[in-house]
C-alpha cells in the first residue's frame, strides 16, 4: 500500500508553504507531479512547461535552458537510491537540485541538506518541496560549477542527477566533488548515458578518487527508455 509521505505540518509551516506557493503562482504556471517514492508518495511542484521559461537572453549570456524545471528519469533514480540510506547524522549536498526531489528523499532518510542550483527559481522550488513534503527547512546555495562556492564546507555525502550533458561538466562535476566530500564521503551520481559520463570517470580518477557503477536501473514511461547508472565515488 502506496501511503503519502507528508508529515502533519506545524501551522508556521503550512503558512509558509501557502505563502510560497502564492508567490511562485504569481510568476510561473505551477503543476503537481505525484511521484512514488520507497512506498510513498511525495507530490512535486513544478513550472508546468520548462519550455515555456526559455529565455533567448540567458541562452544568449551563457546558453542557459531551464533543465531545472523539469523531473528527469535520473532524479526519480537517484531519489530512490537516497531514500533507501542510513545517515547517521550526515550532511548531503546536492549539485544541480532542479526542482528537488533529491533532496526530498535526503530529508526523508533524515540527512542535513543542503541543495545547490544554478538558477535561483530552481532554490526557490526546492526549498518549497522538501518544507511541504517533510516539513524540513533546509540550507539552498546559488552555485555555478566554474566558480563553486569556498564556503560550504564539506559533506559526507555528495548527489547529483543527469548532470553530465555537457562535455566540459566532466572536469567541473569531478572538481565540485573533489572540493566538498569529506576523506570518507560518498559521492553519488545517476547518469543516464550522457556523453560526459565515461570522460568524468577519467577526471575523478586523476583527482584521487575511485569511481564504480554501483547500480544499473532500467527505466521505463511512455516515450522514455533509459538506463540509469548509478556511479559510487569515493576517495582513494
Same mark, same amino acid.
Given at each position: 500500500?502506496i501511503?503519502?509521505?507528508?508529515?502533519?505540518?506545524?501551522?508556521?509551516?503550512?503558512?509558509v508553504?501557502?505563502?510560497?506557493?502564492e508567490t511562485?503562482?504569481s510568476?510561473?504556471d505551477?503543476?503537481?507531479t505525484?511521484? $512514488?517514492?520507497?512506498? %510513498?508518495?511525495?507530490?512535486?511542484?513544478?513550472?508546468?512547461?520548462?519550455?515555456a521559461?526559455?529565455?533567448?537572453?540567458?541562452?544568449?549570456?551563457?546558453?542557459?535552458?531551464?533543465y531545472?524545471?523539469? +523531473?528527469?528519469?535520473?532524479?526519480?533514480?537517484?531519489?530512490?537510491?537516497?531514500?533507501?540510506?542510513? $545517515?547517521?547524522?550526515? %550532511?548531503?549536498?546536492?549539485?544541480?537540485?532542479?526542482v528537488?526531489?533529491?533532496?526530498?528523499?535526503?530529508?526523508?532518510?533524515?540527512?542535513?541538506?543542503?541543495?545547490t542550483?544554478?538558477?535561483?527559481?530552481?532554490?526557490?522550488?526546492?526549498?518549497?518541496?522538501v518544507?511541504?513534503?517533510?516539513g524540513?527547512? +533546509?540550507a539552498?546555495?546559488?552555485?555555478?560549477?566554474?566558480?563553486?562556492?569556498h564556503?560550504?564546507?564539506?559533506?559526507?555525502?555528495v548527489?547529483?542527477s543527469?548532470?553530465?550533458?555537457?562535455?566540459?561538466?566532466?572536469?567541473?562535476i569531478?572538481?565540485?566533488?573533489?572540493?566538498?566530500?569529506?576523506?570518507?564521503?560518498?559521492?553519488?551520481?545517476?547518469?543516464?548515458? %550522457?556523453?560526459?559520463a565515461?570522460?568524468?570517470?577519467?577526471?575523478?580518477?586523476?583527482?584521487?578518487?575511485i569511481?564504480?557503477?554501483?547500480?544499473?536501473? $532500467?527505466?521505463?514511461?511512455p516515450?522514455?527508455k533509459?538506463?540509469?547508472d +548509478?556511479?559510487?565515488i569515493?576517495?582513494r
Open positions: 500500500m501511503v503519502p509521505a507528508t508529515p502533519t505540518l506545524s501551522a508556521e509551516a503550512t503558512a508553504v501557502q505563502q510560497t506557493l511562485l503562482r510568476e510561473f505551477i503543476t503537481t505525484d511521484v $512514488p517514492l520507497a512506498g %510513498r508518495v511525495v507530490t512535486m511542484y513544478h513550472p508546468r512547461n520548462a519550455d521559461l526559455i529565455s533567448e537572453e540567458a541562452f544568449a549570456e551563457d546558453e542557459r535552458l531551464p531545472w524545471a523539469d +523531473i528527469w528519469p535520473a532524479a526519480r533514480t537517484l531519489a530512490e537510491h537516497i531514500v533507501r540510506m542510513t $545517515p547517521a547524522d550526515r %550532511r548531503m549536498l546536492e549539485l544541480g537540485c532542479g528537488g526531489l533529491a533532496s526530498v528523499a535526503a530529508a526523508i532518510a533524515g540527512f542535513e541538506v543542503t541543495a542550483d544554478y538558477y535561483d527559481d530552481a532554490l526557490r522550488f526546492t526549498a518549497l518541496n518544507l511541504a513534503n517533510t524540513a527547512l +533546509i539552498t546555495q546559488s552555485a555555478d560549477w566554474r566558480r563553486f562556492p564556503d560550504l564546507g564539506r559533506f559526507d555525502l548527489v547529483a543527469d548532470v553530465l550533458y555537457e562535455r566540459e561538466y566532466a572536469e567541473l569531478a572538481a565540485v566533488i573533489d572540493r566538498t566530500m569529506t576523506g570518507r564521503g560518498t559521492a553519488i551520481v545517476a547518469d543516464p548515458g %550522457r556523453l560526459a565515461p570522460e568524468f570517470v577519467e577526471k575523478a580518477g586523476d583527482r584521487g578518487m569511481v564504480g557503477v554501483a547500480e544499473r536501473v $532500467p527505466y521505463e514511461e516515450g522514455i533509459q538506463t540509469i +548509478i556511479y559510487e569515493r576517495r
